[in-house]
């Protein structure tokens, strides 16, 4: 009963300090936000107007927003009670995913000191977690997701919402991992059926709907991120080619054989093992850490990306005593502080043109250095603590000789 008040308590807190940063419009200093709240929802909702009104809203016509939808056809065709969706309701959702998330949030982390308590604080209010819900970006129903499966012991629905979110966003293949650790000593020949039952039906429906994703597809060339906003492996690149004309391609280079050379080494050292059993927290921290180790590797994500980097927080408090976690959380408490100097630094112009030629502010780009710098020392620590996971897993499967 005790944990259950404390968990409402805070809940409601963080939910008052929302409802403040909206109704005052705080939240657009603290994260630059558009003119319209839930700008990314927006998107979502208007392609569900479109299939109501028989339009594609991936080439339909474009006077009616019908045009350019970016995400996988399965959020649409699996979203129930479409005719509701209408102007009148717009918000209902956000506020409900909010509150939802808010609450599984402080109940995952459960903070049991001040410092934790702190630390759970930074997570919920940074600025990249508010940029998340104040756009009402769809990343937060994945990362809701994988809670639910790390939780979940209905092993078939873990699968069908594995397949879900590929047919979302794609990335989230990666949550297949679930298959490996929701059940202990599963045989190799029962992951084999399973893997084939995930993969088949994922094709399948891609073949059923291969129009709306090829139209996807052709769209998506045009979605990148610059320098505003980025949590990427291509950040200090960009940065040193902006600064000082370094090659991006060779940078780049370094900046993947030093991260992949330092993952490797450290995971392959033999005084830490992750030989115990996969509990709700270790499973959390394993799909969240390897889906972030392959975004910031592969693609240049947009900064609300990083609210997945709070799912690892239940695993690191549990293991505190060990060094490994504990620069872990003190890299956390940086990163969080970082990136309230670097919302600071985006109120103000951070580029002029010349003649033409785009030029950033110094300070920009130096903020902006520091935080890939962060990102990146953060995410070798997160990635080799996956990589040493992964390797013991597949040890565990007999997949890998010892």
Not at 136 to 145: F, P, V
Not at 254 to 267: C, D, K, P, V
Not at 282 to 297: D, E, G, V
């Amino acid at each position: 009963m005790k944990q259950i008040s404390k968990i409402t308590i805070f809940s409601f807190l963080f939910l008052a300090i929302y409802f403040f940063l909206f109704n005052s419009g705080v939240i657009k200093f603290l994260v630059l936000g558009s003119s319209q709240y839930f700008g990314d929802y927006k998107i979502y909702f208007n392609a569900i107007k479109c299939v109501n009104l028989g339009f594609s809203p991936y080439n339909g016509p474009g006077e009616l927003n019908c045009k350019g939808f970016n995400y996988g056809h399965s959020v649409l065709f699996f979203t129930p009670l479409k005719k509701l969706f209408s102007e009148n309701n717009f918000f209902y959702i956000p506020f409900i995913l909010i509150f939802i998330f808010t609450v599984s949030t402080i109940k995952i982390i459960n903070p049991k000191n001040y410092i934790q308590f702190f630390l759970c604080a930074l997570a919920l209010l940074n600025p990249s977690t508010l940029l998340l819900i104040e756009r009402m970006n769809l990343d937060i129903i994945l990362y809701l997701i994988i809670i639910f499966i790390a939780y979940n012991r209905i092993y078939f629905l873990n699968w069908l919402l594995v397949i879900y979110s590929f047919l979302f966003k794609f990335h989230p293949f990666i949550y297949g991992i679930i298959i490996f650790i929701e059940k202990e000593k599963r045989e190799i020949k029962y992951l084999f059926f399973i893997f084939l039952f995930i993969l088949f039906a994922s094709f399948l429906f891609i073949y059923l709907f291969r129009e709306e994703y090829s139209l996807m597809f052709k769209d998506s060339g045009s979605w990148k991120m610059g320098l505003h906003y980025l949590f990427s492996i291509k950040t200090i690149p960009k940065i040193l080619k902006e600064m000082y004309s370094f090659h991006y391609g060779l940078a780049l280079i370094l900046m993947y054989g030093i991260f992949l050379f330092i993952i490797f080494r450290n995971s392959l050292r033999k005084e830490f093992n992750f030989l115990d059993i996969y509990t709700f927290e270790k499973k959390l921290f394993l799909i969240s850490a390897n889906s972030l180790l392959f975004c910031f590797l592969t693609f240049s994500n947009a900064f609300y990306r990083e609210v997945f980097i709070i799912l690892i927080i239940p695993y690191l408090l549990i293991n505190y005593n060990y060094k490994e976690f504990k620069n872990l959380v003190y890299i956390l408490f940086l990163k969080f502080f970082i990136n309230f100097i670097y919302i600071y630094i985006l109120n103000f112009d951070t580029f002029y043109y010349n003649d033409g030629v785009r030029i950033y502010q110094t300070q920009f780009l130096i903020v902006t250095f520091l935080k890939g710098l962060v990102d990146y020392v953060l995410m070798v620590i997160i990635g080799t603590l996956a990589m040493k996971m992964n390797i013991d897993l597949l040890k565990s499967l007999k997949l890998l000789k010892t």
